[in-house]
């Protein structure tokens, strides 16, 4: 929960913000909303998939810092939670800067371009049941 450090790079392409509400799964797609609930108090949050991991064995998320405070997670630092799809809707890439883009044979437009991602990502908890499909 937040031992990456702010600012590093998600798998979304959006830096690591300790703050926002957002979490790590190897299986959901980024862009997705998970809600997020502690049983042991009954807590819940809502957050975005934006990036891969953990890669520790037995855990299913990784929860930004400011997601493990929401629902009381932050003492143990791990624990179980339930995990509730929300939305699937796929994370939209960031777009090269025009200064960045390739630069076309031909004056033709290269086509639409998506939005760049809002800044968040992930940290650290422990799933005990398999998200919804």
Known sequence: MGTEPAGRP??????YDPNDLTAASRTLPLGSTVEVTNPSNGRSVKVRINDRGPYVRGRSIDLSKRAAEEIGLTEKGVGRVKIKRVDSKP?????????EAPVSKTNEPSGSETPPLAPGVSAISDST???NP
């Open 10 to 15: 998600t798998a979304s392409g959006e830096a």
């Open 91 to 99: 994370a939209a890439r960031a777009t090269p800067k025009s200064s």
């Open 129 to 131: 049941t398999a998200p």
